[in-house]
């Protein structure tokens, strides 16, 4: 094929309509697709994220040779098997001896400086072209970004949903409103019909899969079975028509929401899909639209939907690429705690962790609410540094990708960017979590003591937490009046509280 182009494809670029796919000749250039050892290992991710990415890669590849294309594919456990994408690569060019290199630009900081330095290694052409499945590219982002002293989501997404059109009534956001989040904080009862996510039966490509990464990585976190992940575009496209017609409606409302015996409550489960590029997101948009047009779902449901998507995906995803690599070395609180083992294994006396975590475990997924209030807030609370808080989500998510998932984590759940994501830290007590949720009730804690033995864990380490940062939290304007309630507390209570929270940490060592 020496005038043909290697077209690579990395494993969160399953789309048929992949720029460099898009922009190559099926008969003349050739594809490569390689399960690699240094992608699966640079985390030791949930067994579950492995199984489904190479399932669903190797589902791709079926799709793409079914599409008249010639695929090289390299299978993790392929004897020759170099174990990098730098090295896959040079052996491929041994082999083909094409004239460029194509390659959609890829999601993740470590990967895209490998391809920038194939031209110079290799002394070939490498073509990185945008990857067009964002609604907002690199450049215009930091276009949106200059000059400006605040990067509020809430600003960018106003931008996205007149860029996209979507919900929106000529120069106006649909019902008058850009928002209605108020309307979507509502605590679920168990009486609630929830159907949960749509579940597939393996394939015999994915029961090979399930084979070998028991067998490769009998050590890594979480179950890997039951596995019911979609793992091609048509399952995917299945799970967004079972989202739509039973979750969407009520998406909104219980947002915030968190039940025990309800993981998925009304959540999509769409995400690991989305970012694998087994579905598009805009055009998962404009389905979520269609449904609200049709009168199959409120406004307040598609609008939130349509947010985290065009809004908060969009936006994290700028973000990453407007500050890395020094956004990963963030740590505002200068925060120096280890995990706690627990995270690891979900045994602890405090149930929402517990549940969050033991979910984590057997499914890969939690929602965004246990992520940021649960785990994540507790995290912070603690004083665990940030870096080991991002290797632990990227572990145990299946939807986890860097470009996401630090800014998410650092920035919107640890505040160690120090308030570029967000306005004043995600911090809470129990009352929040009791709130929005039925997990206090089975506690050994009590929520409703602030201080003592059975004083729930968040309740003095949220104080404990405040006080500790004093320096770097009492000017920000939105905890004036949290700082004024704690000065006027009496000082014995104020003791109380850090003693008790002192306690907690001493536990966690
Ligand atoms: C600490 C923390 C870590 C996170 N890590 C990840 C991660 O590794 N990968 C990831 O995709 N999301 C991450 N998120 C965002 C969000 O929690 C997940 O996208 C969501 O829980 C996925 O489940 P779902 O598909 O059921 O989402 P739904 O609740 O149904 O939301 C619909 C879709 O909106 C998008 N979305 C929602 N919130 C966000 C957000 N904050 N950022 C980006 N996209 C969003 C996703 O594509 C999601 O599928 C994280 C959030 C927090 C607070
Ligand atoms: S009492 Fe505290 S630790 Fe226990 S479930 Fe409630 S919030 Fe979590």
Redesign the pocket.
């Known amino acids: 094929m020496a005038d043909g182009d290697l077209i690579l494809v990395l494993g969160d670029q399953l789309s048929h309509s992949l720029p460099s796919l898009a922009a190559a000749d099926s008969e003349r250039d050739r594809v490569l697709m390689a399960e690699v050892r240094d992608e699966a290992t640079y985390v030791r991710h949930h067994k579950k994220k492995l199984a489904f990415v190479f399932s669903a890669m190797r589902h791709f590849a079926a799709e793409l040779r079914a599409a008249g294309w010639t695929v090289d594919y390299v299978p993790l456990d392929a004897a020759d098997n170099s174990g990098s994408f730098t090295d896959e690569v040079a052996r491929a060019l041994e082999r083909e001896r094409p004239a460029r290199i194509v390659v959609t630009e890829p999601g993740e900081w470590r990967v895209r400086e490998a391809v920038e330095s194939w031209s110079e290694a290799f002394g070939l052409p490498v073509e990185v072209l945008e990857d067009r499945r964002f609604i907002c590219s690199r450049a215009a982002f930091e276009g949106w970004a200059e000059g400006r002293k605040q990067l509020r989501m809430e600003f960018f997404y106003r931008e996205m949903r007149r860029e996209t059109g979507l919900l929106m009534d000529g120069e106006e956001p649909e019902g008058g409103r850009w928002n209605f989040d108020a309307e979507n904080r509502k605590p679920a009862g168990a009486d609630l019909d929830m159907a949960g996510p749509a579940r597939f039966e393996p394939d015999a490509v994915t029961r090979e899969v399930l084979t070998l990464v028991a067998e490769r990585f009998p050590d890594n976190f979480g179950d890997l079975e039951p596995f019911w992940f979609a793992v091609t575009a048509a399952q995917a496209e299945a799970a967004l028509d079972h989202f739509i017609e039973t979750a969407l409606p009520t998406f909104g409302d219980y947002q915030d929401a968190m039940l025990r015996d309800e993981r998925f409550l009304y959540?999509?489960?769409?995400?690991l899909y989305?970012?694998a590029g087994l579905l598009d997101p805009l055009a998962v948009c404009r389905r979520v639209e269609t449904a609200y047009r049709a009168g199959r779902a409120p406004l307040n449901a598609a609008e939130g939907?349509i947010r985290?998507?065009i809004g908060?995906?969009e936006y994290?995803r700028g973000i990453y690429w407007l500050k890395m690599p020094e956004y990963r070395e963030r740590n505002f609180f200068a925060a120096s705690g280890d995990l706690p083992g627990f995270y690891w294994t979900g045994e602890t006396d405090m149930a929402c962790l517990e549940a969050a975590i033991t979910q984590t475990k057997e499914e890969a997924y939690a929602?965004?609410i246990q992520?940021?209030m649960v785990t994540?807030n507790f995290a912070m609370l603690a004083g665990v540094d940030p870096k080991q808080v991002h290797e632990w989500?990227l572990a145990v998510?299946a939807?986890?990708?860097e470009w996401?998932?630090l800014p998410?984590?650092l920035g919107?759940?640890q505040f160690a960017d120090g308030g570029l994501l967000g306005s004043k830290p995600y911090a809470a007590s129990g009352n929040y979590i009791s709130k929005m949720s039925d997990y206090c009730g089975a506690c050994r804690y009590d929520v409703k003591q602030k201080t003592g033995e059975k004083a729930c864990p968040f309740n003095p380490l949220y104080w404990d937490f405040l006080v500790r940062n004093e320096d770097k939290l009492r000017g920000n304007p939105r905890l004036a009046q949290v700082y004024r309630t704690w000065d006027r507390m009496a000082d014995e209570k104020k003791a109380a509280y850090r003693e008790s929270a002192a306690r907690v940490l001493e536990s966690l060592s």
């Open positions: 959540h999509s489960i769409l995400g989305i970012n939907f985290q998507i908060w995906r994290v929602h965004h992520r940021l994540g989500y998510y939807d986890a990708y996401v998932e998410n984590v919107m759940s």
